[in-house]
């Protein structure tokens, strides 16, 4: 609301954004990113669980005397106190390894866990590894309006235990998170989504990922570091903190994921393109993709020695587990959920079917009662699900109301081709799972990872050392 409040006002027309109490302290933030002074109206509590007649003299008694103000005042509203940043390339802190932890964590700058101190040599050693210039910025970026320089990039990665090698990959993340398309601003929203960044290309066998058994567990370094950098970097950076930082309204929320990396060799062997050439790239392309994850299925099993034994599976399984916050989605025209397949799985399917084939199938199967839909909508934002609008709107596809009856079976999925598929996981088991986005929110967008000039000497110069101490 308030970035298109900035909009209007940047153009001289006045406006008075109306926001709840829970998310005065956030609105500040965005405030003083957007660097623009707004008039706010507050609606005590959540109008989701007020009745019609409480709702009614909230509006009447706190909305309407701070709209009529904020549009009729002769001074502008106050911006709030600007944000003390250090110098950039200072030197912060100084003092034991126990005292950076704890002037850290009482500025706000760590993750609650223990974080490397980016001493100047850490960060040398990351700039290495890459050709552009530290004072490089890719975008200013929200809630704060931190500029995402590539020094800043290499502070946060050695803070989330990188190794310098790991370079190349944190600067396409930042290069994909600061894409329009990502929408990066939303990332503070209550359902509380997660950044999953998913590897391909000959970068996973070299840096030495987990692509088989455990794919998304933590406990390989290149995994699981890389997926704390993505959520470091947009606390630190970004500004998504949870309290007594202000910036982030999860409601309640889950922890960082770890880099999920492809098995490429699989998806070549059993016919089928990778994850990352059905994004556009070639093959032997090292490729970043970075995606909202907002909640997952249930781990998936599946038997039998036919395409539609398993694909059915997880139809039956994925519209259980997404029904719910499907409608999020679909209002918008647009969500992007993504299936992990196990290799075993993929082998039997990719005798039958094509990947393709597999995402027409979930799409065309996986709808539930468009009353069904209109109730969770209904729930979550006290808002109305009108399909016949979104149709009209081009929203929506004719077939989400060919009719009134409220129990016609519509698709959780817009269409098929929004569907990722990638193969990982244990080739010994029959296990596959699902991952569902936050609507439009954290768009699946991808990067190309670009290499250093001197990658293989720099590479040799990092093994060496390694190498000495085994």
Not at 97 to 122: A, C, K, M
Not at 195 to 224: C, H, M, T, W
């Given at each position: 609301?308030?970035?298109?409040?900035?909009?209007?006002?940047?153009?001289?027309?006045?406006?008075?954004?109306?926001?709840?109490?829970?998310?005065?302290?956030?609105?500040?933030?965005?405030?003083?990113?957007?660097?623009?002074?707004?008039?706010?109206?507050?609606?005590?509590?959540?109008?989701?669980?007020?009745?019609?007649?409480?709702?009614?003299?909230?509006?009447?008694?706190?909305?309407?005397?701070?709209?009529?103000?904020?549009?009729?005042?002769?001074?502008?509203?106050?911006?709030?106190?600007?944000?003390?940043?250090?110098?950039?390339?200072?030197?912060?802190?100084?003092?034991?390894?126990?005292?950076?932890?704890?002037?850290?964590?009482?500025?706000?700058?760590?993750?609650?866990?223990?974080?490397?101190?980016?001493?100047?040599?850490?960060?040398?050693?990351?700039?290495?590894?890459?050709?552009?210039?530290?004072?490089?910025?890719?975008?200013?970026?929200?809630?704060?309006?931190?500029?995402?320089?590539?020094?800043?990039?290499?502070?946060?990665?050695?803070?989330?235990?990188?190794?310098?090698?790991?370079?190349?990959?944190?600067?396409?993340?930042?290069?994909?998170?600061?894409?329009?398309?990502?929408?990066?601003?939303?990332?503070?929203?209550?359902?509380?989504?997660?950044?999953?960044?998913?590897?391909?290309?000959?970068?996973?066998?070299?840096?030495?990922?987990?692509?088989?058994?455990?794919?998304?567990?933590?406990?390989?370094?290149?995994?699981?570091?890389?997926?704390?950098?993505?959520?470091?970097?947009?606390?630190?950076?970004?500004?998504?903190?949870i309290p007594p930082g202000t910036g982030d309204k999860g409601s309640i929320g889950y922890t960082f994921n770890v880099a999920l990396a492809e098995d490429e060799e699989w998806s070549r062997n059993i016919g089928w393109p990778t994850f990352s050439e059905d994004a556009g790239f070639g093959p032997g392309d090292n490729v970043v993709t970075v995606q909202s994850v907002v909640t997952s299925s249930p781990p998936t099993y599946s038997a039998g020695d036919t395409a539609i034994r398993h694909v059915q599976q997880f139809a039956d399984v994925f519209v259980r587990a997404f029904s719910y916050g499907s409608h999020s989605g679909v209002k918008r025209g647009y969500w992007h959920p993504l299936v992990v397949i196990g290799p075993s799985i993929a082998k039997v399917i990719a005798r039958e079917w094509t990947k393709d084939d597999v995402r027409r199938f979930l799409w065309k199967t996986m709808t539930i009662p468009a009353s069904l839909m209109r109730h969770f909508c209904a729930q979550t934002a006290a808002q109305d699900m009108d399909f016949a609008k979104l149709v009209g709107e081009g929203t929506l596809p004719a077939h989400y109301a060919p009719s009134d009856d409220p129990d016609r079976p519509v698709p959780i999925i817009v269409k098929p081709e929004h569907i990722g598929i990638l193969i990982a996981g244990d080739p010994g088991r029959n296990q596959s799972r699902g991952y569902m986005s936050n609507n439009a929110q954290g768009a699946r967008t991808s990067r190309r990872v670009a290499l250093p000039r001197e990658w293989e000497k720099l590479r040799a110069q990092q093994r060496g050392p390694a190498l000495a101490q085994r």
């Open positions: 609301m308030l970035r298109a409040s900035a909009v209007a006002e940047k153009i001289g027309i006045p406006t008075v954004s109306i926001i709840g109490s829970a998310f005065m302290k956030q609105a500040a933030v965005v405030c003083r990113g957007l660097g623009i002074p707004f008039a706010l109206a507050e609606y005590p509590g959540a109008p989701m669980v007020d009745s019609d007649a409480e709702l009614r003299a909230k509006v009447e008694t706190n909305l309407l005397p701070a709209i009529i103000e904020g549009l009729t005042a002769v001074s502008g509203p106050a911006m709030g106190e600007a944000l003390t940043e250090p110098e950039i390339g200072s030197v912060v802190f100084k003092g034991t390894l126990d005292e950076v932890q704890e002037h850290f964590h009482q500025n706000l700058w760590s993750d609650g866990l223990p974080v490397i101190p980016p001493t100047r040599e850490w960060v040398d050693a990351f700039l290495k590894f890459t050709d552009r210039d530290p004072r490089d910025v890719i975008r200013a970026l929200p809630q704060e309006g931190r500029e995402a320089s590539i020094l800043s990039i290499a502070v946060n990665g050695v803070m989330a235990g990188c190794r310098p090698e790991y370079m190349p990959l944190l600067v396409a993340i930042v290069e994909a998170i600061s894409d329009p398309n990502f929408r990066i601003e939303a990332a503070g929203s209550t359902p509380a989504w997660e950044p999953l960044v998913v590897v391909s290309g000959p970068i996973v066998e070299e840096l030495d990922f987990n692509y088989g058994q455990g794919v998304l567990k933590v406990g390989r370094q290149a995994n699981s570091s890389i997926g704390r950098f993505a959520r470091l970097y947009m606390r630190n950076i970004c500004g998504y903190r």
